[in-house]
């Protein structure tokens, strides 16, 4: 089993940046879809982006031309760059891990991510 560790969240003014990491130990396996997930209370938790093993990418249009997945496979390691920020993008972030076919878009959903973190809460302002 992977486990994962989320930081970088925090709070910030509307039209700021923030930049969330994820680190994975454990049973890691490189041909992993990694994913960003976001929840606010009463919602279901939405997809953000993802990033295959080939460094294709997935975003949801809400973050599209704001957000950036990226990782590091050497230190296991998955970024957010999140810039642009709007109050709507306040939320707890998750970081995931699947099978690889689950960063295809049609199958970007949390019921197919079997890995998650704890979380990391951001805060946007207006």
């Known amino acids: 089993q992977v486990q994962l560790v989320e930081s970088g969240g925090g709070s910030v003014q509307a039209g700021g940046s923030l930049r969330l990491s994820c680190v994975a130990s454990?049973?890691?396996?490189?041909?992993?879809?990694m994913g960003w997930f976001r929840q606010t209370p009463g919602k279901e938790r939405e997809g953000v982006a993802a990033?295959?093993?080939?460094?294709?990418?997935t975003y949801a249009d809400s973050v599209k031309g704001r957000f950036t997945i990226s990782q590091d496979n050497a230190k296991n390691a998955l970024y957010l760059q999140m810039i642009s920020l709007k109050p709507e993008d306040t939320a707890m972030y998750y970081c995931?891990?699947?099978?690889?076919?689950?960063?295809?878009?049609?199958?970007?959903?949390?019921?197919?991510?079997?890995?998650w973190g704890q979380g990391t809460q951001v805060t946007v302002s207006a």
């Open positions: 454990g049973n890691t396996y490189s041909r992993n879809c």
């Open positions: 995931a891990a699947g099978p690889n076919w689950a960063c295809q878009r049609v199958y970007f959903g949390y019921h197919n991510f079997g890995a």
């Open positions: 990033i295959d093993s080939d460094g294709s990418t």
